[in-house]
């Protein structure tokens, strides 16, 4: 098992199907990520720490550094954000479709960064 299998495992049975929703809509952005833990939280590292996700009492959170967050700000005018993270409530439907967006954003900005081929 991986860290993040491991981590997803030891999670409350209740939210494990989230947290296995949000590590494969990454996964999906991001086959070729190493899935590491890193701050205790699941990382996919690609070049540098891409993404994180973590769950926590209230909410499901998500870490696409300040550039991700800045770069969808009108799509998260309805969570809780600050400088570089994301708060999905617990009781509420995750965005997947967000999330698979703010990855390929990171993905892009890993290409270009590392002037990379798509």
């Known amino acids: ?4 299998e491991t981590y997803i495992n030891n999670m409350p049975i209740a ?3 989230q947290l296995q929703a949000i590590r494969q809509t990454i996964q999906d952005v991001l086959p070729e990520a190493e899935e590491q833990l890193k701050y ?3 990382t996919f590292h ?3 720490n891409v993404i994180h996700f973590a769950l926590f009492k209230h909410h499901f959170g998500l870490y696409p550094s300040s550039s991700g967050v800045a770069a969808f700000q009108d799509q998260l005018s309805g969570y809780q954000t600050s400088k570089g993270a994301i708060q999905f409530p617990l009781d509420q439907p995750l965005p997947l479709d967000l999330i698979r967006q703010i990855t390929e954003f990171r993905r892009q900005e890993i290409i270009e960064k ?3 081929k798509d």
């Open 15 to 17: 939210y494990q199907p």
């Open 40 to 42: 205790q939280m699941p």
């Open 46 to 48: 690609w070049h540098e």
């Open 114 to 116: 590392y002037d990379l």
């Open 1 to 4: 098992m991986n860290p993040i």
